[in-house]
């Protein structure tokens, strides 16, 4: 998995690219929140529309961006969401846990 | 009884949580070599990483000197995917294994893996190697959905 980043509206948005299966993958998106909650950027949105799949390593590592987060008094959003991790999201009930939107542009407005 | 295998390909990995990568570029070669669709690619790719990581995580404890081997093998329109490992208390007991869609559980970061291969897959099953261990033994009908 790539990871690159960007800010737009005082939102950071993390794109990661590629597959999230386990290995390192896991670490790089973590070291990535903490150093963006460190600079108090804490309004975080992450673009899937470039992750072909993850596995439950890869939610994982959502729901710990999401509490992280939310334990900084922050928070996280995902956008583009494919069919896939949709798919993934609701049968883990994790639908129920994140905001989720079609758009990088309704994930920031939802802030 | 179905029909005989025709196709059957196998790796072995150390376990070392890095080889994973490997483990799904080794099954989405066979399986696109086989015809399988690419949704049904995606979700074997999803299940065998899954299993792979367990095996590697939990069965053999990152320990590189115990082996992971994945074996895939082709019966007409069923693929069955087996993932072994080398752990010394096998088999795994899935029983064991937390409801990950308990709301007390919903934010834990682990644990819903084996839900996971069971929603995706056909079958499921968790059987003793023959020199101990687990085997996760997974089929998938692999026609066009």
């Given at each position: ?95 129920t846990v994140f905001d989720a939107y ?10 | ?92 007991d899935p029983s064991t294994l937390p ?28 059987e003793k190697g023959p020199t101990g ?13």
């Amino acid at each position: 998995m790539k990871l690159t980043h960007r800010e737009q509206d005082g939102v950071v948005i993390l794109e990661p690219k590629g597959k999230i299966m386990g290995g390192p993958d896991a670490t790089v998106l973590h070291e990535q929140i903490h150093e963006l909650i460190s600079q108090s950027k804490l309004r975080v949105v992450i673009d899937l529309a470039k992750v072909d799949w993850m596995n439950s390593t890869g939610l994982g590592i959502l729901i710990a961006g999401l509490t992280t987060l939310r334990d900084n008094k922050g928070d996280l959003k995902l956008a583009c969401v494919t069919d896939k991790i949709q798919s993934l999201l609701t049968i883990t009930k994790l639908i129920t846990v994140f905001d989720a939107y079609d758009t990088v542009e309704e994930a920031i407005a939802g802030f | 009884m179905g029909p005989p295998p025709t196709e059957t390909a196998r790796l072995v990995i150390p376990s070392d949580p890095h080889r994973v990568t490997e483990a799904d570029e080794f099954l989405e070669l066979a399986l696109r070599k086989h015809g399988v669709p690419d949704s049904i690619v995606t979700d074997l790719a999803i299940v065998t990483t899954e299993l792979v990581n367990n095996a590697i995580m939990h069965g053999n404890r990152q320990n590189i000197d115990k082996m992971v081997t994945l074996t895939v093998q082709f019966s007409g329109d069923i693929v069955e995917i087996r993932v072994a490992d080398q752990s010394d208390d096998g088999p795994f007991d899935p029983s064991t294994l937390p409801d990950p869609l308990a709301e007390e559980n919903l934010l834990k970061e682990v644990g819903r893996g084996v839900f996971i291969v069971r929603s995706l897959m056909d079958e499921v099953t968790f059987e003793k190697g023959p020199t101990g261990g687990t085997v996760v033994v997974v089929r998938k009908s692999v026609k066009s959905e």
